[in-house]
């Protein structure tokens, strides 16, 4: 059957000659493998390979087997003309970063319309992020796909609860003893920007660099003890090095 569905690009790998194959996380069915056939021929314009850039966001039209080895890809147009990040440095790695940690998460065939529909604002409104909000763009990204995919940080700071424990699966009365370990200020301070997360308040001025470095180190280990397909995320440490 024929679906006009949102897609984002999380991977491309050249295939043959010309071709490619594309995974792409469609707003209608999760993450999809494609065959594009022809795209990288010679005396075809440069632009339609671009969009196959990871990060990118599409409009397309798909012919979807259920089962099927690939996907058929029979229309596709940027999403959002003018969202490319082309040569900014952070932005980019912070893009590279985001990709990283959706294939990470993500698994095959299944749909995820909460956290689509959010990764697709994101990516689209990643160009225009200044500032603060740019700088802790991968810390609240992170949070957010571990919400939308069901691994919350569970309880809440407090005097009897002021200790972050992976094991305990968050706020507890027992300090934790293997690193990543966060100190008190960083504690509380995760707990801010996770109640601030539904309000989209991004900002977190508060956040130095050190310890939003800590605040993400901590959230990937949290998502790699919790979930079965979270795995080393390569893209971190040029992050930690590019971001302000």
């Not at 969009?51 to 409009?59: A, D, I, M, N």
Request: net charge neutral; with cysteine.
């Amino acid at each position: 059957m024929v679906f006009k569905t949102r897609a984002i690009v999380l991977r491309t790998v050249k295939y043959g000659e010309t071709s490619i194959i594309a995974t792409l996380f469609t707003e209608q069915f999760g993450v999809l493998p494609f065959l594009v056939k022809g795209i990288r021929k010679t005396g075809k314009t440069g632009t339609k390979a671009a969009l196959f850039q990871p990060g990118t966001s599409l409009e397309t039209i798909i012919q979807y087997q259920h089962a099927r080895n690939f996907q058929y890809l029979k229309e596709f147009a940027l999403a959002a003309p003018g969202s490319e990040i082309d040569s900014d440095m952070v932005k980019k790695s912070i893009s590279i970063f985001c990709i990283e940690i959706l294939l990470r998460l993500l698994p095959t065939d299944a749909p995820a319309p909460e956290l689509f529909n959010y990764a697709f604002d994101f990516m689209t409104g990643l160009k225009h992020f200044t500032g603060s909000i740019l700088a802790n763009a991968p810390l609240y990204f992170t949070l957010n796909c571990s919400r939308y995919m069901g691994y919350d940080v569970n309880g809440a700071y407090s005097i009897e609860t002021p200790f972050l424990n992976i094991t305990e699966g968050g706020f507890s009365d027992k300090p934790q003893h293997e690193p990543p370990i966060l100190i008190d200020d960083e504690c509380r301070m995760m707990y801010k920007v996770i109640q601030d997360l539904e309000n989209e308040a991004a900002t977190f001025t508060d956040l130095n660099r050190v310890m939003r470095n800590n605040l993400l180190n901590w959230i990937i280990v949290y998502l790699q003890s919790h979930t079965r397909h979270m795995g080393p995320v390569r893209s971190l440490s040029v992050l930690h090095e590019v971001l302000a």
